[in-house]
């Protein structure tokens, strides 16, 4: 438990430290700021933390929240799946992304959710696909342990339940019964619209 607690509160202070480097310490050609979302990142910092260190099974895929991704890159380079250098240029070419992105930072996210709400509905529909090859028998009967289905786990906002589209994907995940699917839902009241 005390390596969990100093893990979290390295990545949190990195996840701080690049949101701060973004806005303050790295040169800006135009004075602009570019934001980065503390808030959400610390809000989910210890759950990410044991998520990542002491419950995840290489199966298992997460789709992170969009406003979490400072805390989600800091974990992945403690890990040693980022580079220094992309946590230095969070938020400018090349650096590492504002949301998960598959196309910009890789096989380190299971799930692009630049959209807010899009994690939950992803990850339904994943588990869909594994719960479809079982029933068709499209997965061997004698799978090793390792390469069974994987949760499919969505770390949302509370803020995202306003997006239709999760209460579509709850109706869905109901009507199809869906197994290994989780979604977590941050309640940290942090909204730009209005207190969730």
């Known amino acids: 438990m005390a390596c969990l607690t100093t893990f979290e509160k390295k990545a949190l202070w990195l996840s701080t430290w690049m949101i701060h480097n973004a806005n303050h310490l790295r040169p800006s050609r135009d004075g602009l700021k570019v934001g980065g979302h503390q ?23 997460v789709a992170v929240k969009p406003h979490a991704a400072p805390l989600f890159h800091a974990l992945q380079y403690l890990l040693g799946r980022q580079s220094r250098d992309k946590l230095e240029r969070f938020r400018a070419l090349g650096g590492a992304q504002a949301y998960p992105s598959r196309t910009k930072d890789g096989d380190i ?9 899009l994690g939950v509905g992803v990850t339904l529909f994943a588990s869909l696909v594994q719960d479809y090859l079982r029933l068709k028998r499209l997965v061997p009967n004698d799978t090793p342990p390792h390469q069974l289905p994987g949760r499919m786990i969505a770390l949302a906002g509370d803020a ?19 197994r290994n699917l989780w979604w977590v839902v941050d309640y940290n009241r942090q909204s730009l619209d209005a207190v969730v």
Do not use: C
């Open 160 to 178: 995202e339940l306003d997006e239709g589209n999760i209460f579509e994907a709850l109706l869905e995940g109901w009507k199809h019964d869906v």
């Open 39 to 61: 808030a959400s990142s610390a809000s989910v910092a210890t759950l990410m933390t044991a998520l990542y260190l002491d419950v995840l099974r290489p199966q298992d895929r």
């Open 109 to 117: 996210v299971d799930f692009s959710t630049g959209s807010v709400g």
